[in-house]
């Protein structure tokens, strides 16, 4: 087995009264896992989205981590049957641990590029 870390070190000042200093450590211990890239060729601007993680090979737990790799496209991601819950904006990425309750699909809002997300699968055989 191995073991998967995840670190998150949020500074913000100037917003609001108070600083906020955030530092927060996920460590799940891996039973199987990797990273690849899908090109979203058929899901730029259709409504129709591409299908980037499978729920019925994966169990409660498994942690995902997304990148939108284009300099200028947006990606939404859709982790329930036609909502949006997560809109990635060029070059940024989430990480988060995923209940495996439905697929996790991802398109395109734009069309002026052929974009490429970056999907990490790591399952902790829960």
Do not use: C, Q
């Not at 500074?11 to 996920?26: H, N, Q, Y």
């Not at 909502?83 to 989430?94: D, Q, R, S």
Request: aromatic fraction near 6%; proline fraction near 3%.
């Amino acid at each position: 087995m191995a073991t998967l870390t995840a670190k998150t070190n949020l500074t913000v000042s100037g917003i609001v009264a108070d600083d906020i200093a955030l530092d927060v450590t996920m460590s799940p211990t891996v039973t199987e896992g990797g990273v690849t890239s899908k090109t979203l060729t058929s899901a730029r601007n259709t409504g129709t989205a591409l299908t980037v993680v499978t729920a019925a090979y994966h169990a409660v737990g498994t942690v995902i981590y997304l990148r939108n790799m284009s300099s200028t496209e947006n990606m939404e991601v859709e982790l329930t049957a036609g909502t949006t819950h997560v809109f990635l904006k060029p070059l940024t990425w989430a990480v988060f641990p995923w209940e495996a309750a439905t697929d996790i699909k991802v398109w395109s809002t734009n069309s002026s590029e052929v974009p490429t997300v970056e999907v990490g699968i790591f399952s902790t055989g829960e």
